[in-house]
Nanobody
Framework: DVQLQASGGGLVQPGGSLRLSCAAS????????IGWFRQAPGKEREGVSC????????YYADSVKGRFTISRDNAKTTVYLQMDSLKSEDTAVYYC????????????????????WGQGTLVTVSS
């Protein structure tokens, strides 16, 4: 079975940092783009960032550009989301998702194009 295990969430003060991890198993990790999404209370789920299967291409939502950095370690089948300069509006449940692709350098996908989803990890930014 395919499993995506998101972890690393927690409570952090505004301006602080967190690093989320998405550990994947049961899939050919090198053939999957990995995306991070988030859903804040009372809001729709939105795309945050995505990294291509090759790791050569990344995408960031405008709201996190310059503050978040996505990376992947194929040897560990894990994707990371480094979140710096956190703001209260970053508070949400963060989910990782995987999409099989033959386009190794593509990192732009709609939410409904992802095949597998993790269970989510809560990030709370508050003083």
């Amino acid at each position: 079975d395919v499993q995506l295990q998101a972890s690393g969430g927690g409570l952090v003060q505004p301006g602080g940092s967190l690093r989320l991890s998405c550990a994947a198993s049961g899939l050919s990790f090198d053939d999957h783009a990995i995306g991070w999404f988030r859903q804040a209370p009372g809001k729709e789920r939105e795309g945050v960032s995505c990294i291509s299967a090759s790791g050569s291409s990344t995408y960031y939502a405008d709201s996190v550009k310059g503050r978040f950095t996505i990376s992947r370690d194929n040897a560990k089948t894990t994707v990371y989301l480094q979140m710096d300069s956190l703001k209260s509006e970053d508070t949400a449940v963060y989910y990782c998702a995987a999409r099989w692709t033959i386009a190794a350098d593509s990192s732009r996908y709609d939410e409904d194009e992802f095949d597998y989803w993790g269970q989510g990890t809560l990030v709370t930014v508050s003083s």
